[in-house]
T-cell receptor, first 110, second 116 residues
Framework: GQQLNQSPQSMFIQEGEDVSMNCTSS?????WLWYKQDPGEGPVLLIA?????ELTSNGRLTAQFGITRKDSFLNISASIPSDVGIYFC??????????FGPGTRLSVLP | GAGVSQSPSNKVTEKGKDVELRCDPI?????LYWYRQSLGQGLEFLIY????????KSGLPSDRFSAERTGGSVSTLTIQRTQQEDSAVYLC??????????????FGPGTRLLVL
């Protein structure tokens, strides 16, 4: 079945640093979604991507739909303490259900 | 407008008891999903409802798990004869539809289930 890998699994960064994480799939996807989950909360949608090569921003967040359609990237610029949380990618192939990655755990040090 | 709501927010039960978890999707959303999230883990797909179509139950881990969606709106996930390994956060999500551009899922806050 479809599987998603997220990298890195966890990261510790200094406040103000930029963050990059990625998600790779074993198969082609038509849609990529990026979510953030705070402790004790449900995931909240950050960015949705629908087209290969698409680059979409949401404030300090930028995500890209990889050209191969097997990967996606999320960048966070100038990180702040409230960026702490788990970032999940999710992808969907044609006629398939969404598959979620295992998450990247981000910690921001003051 | 109101987002996805779930109840109860927390549930503690004894092994062997049945539990019912409720999800109220966003009004007008035809698709509804249930996921399970164990501590520190990603999301495990359980079941998917789309309109009046037969639900996709391919993710249900055993026949102790079942779900209904009445009137195309509220959904109930039932776990019979709960086991300790059922302890997890159960998340519900809804989307406008299943076609491209409508499929973005919006999540509720989850129900935290603890089976003693």
């Amino acid at each position: 079945g479809q599987q998603l890998n997220q990298s890195p699994q966890s990261m510790f960064i200094q406040e103000g640093e930029d963050v990059s994480m990625n998600c790779t799939s074993s198969s082609i996807f038509n849609t990529w979604l990026w979510y953030k989950q705070d402790p004790g909360e449900g995931p909240v949608l950050l960015i949705a991507l629908y087209k290969a090569g698409e680059l979409t921003s949401n404030g300090r967040l930028t995500a890209q739909f990889g050209i191969t359609r097997k990967d996606s990237f999320l960048n966070i610029s100038a990180s702040i303490p409230s960026d702490v949380g788990i970032y999940f990618c999710a992808g969907r192939g044609y006629g398939q259900n969404f598959v979620f990655g295992p998450g990247t755990r981000l910690s921001v040090l003051p | 407008g109101a987002g996805v709501s779930q109840s109860p927010s927390n549930k503690v039960t004894e092994k062997g008891k049945d539990v019912e978890l409720r999800c109220d999707p966003i009004s007008g959303h035809t698709a509804l999903y249930w996921y399970r999230q164990s501590l520190g883990q990603g999301l495990e797909f359980l079941i998917y409802f789309q309109g009046n179509s037969a639900p996709d139950k391919s993710g249900l881990p055993s026949d102790r798990f079942s779900a209904e969606r009445t009137g195309g709106s509220v959904s109930t996930l039932t776990i019979q004869r709960t086991q300790q390994e059922d302890s997890a956060v159960y998340l519900c999500a809804s989307s406008l539809g299943s076609r491209a551009g409508q499929e973005t899922q919006y999540f509720g806050p989850g129900t935290r289930l603890l089976v003693l």
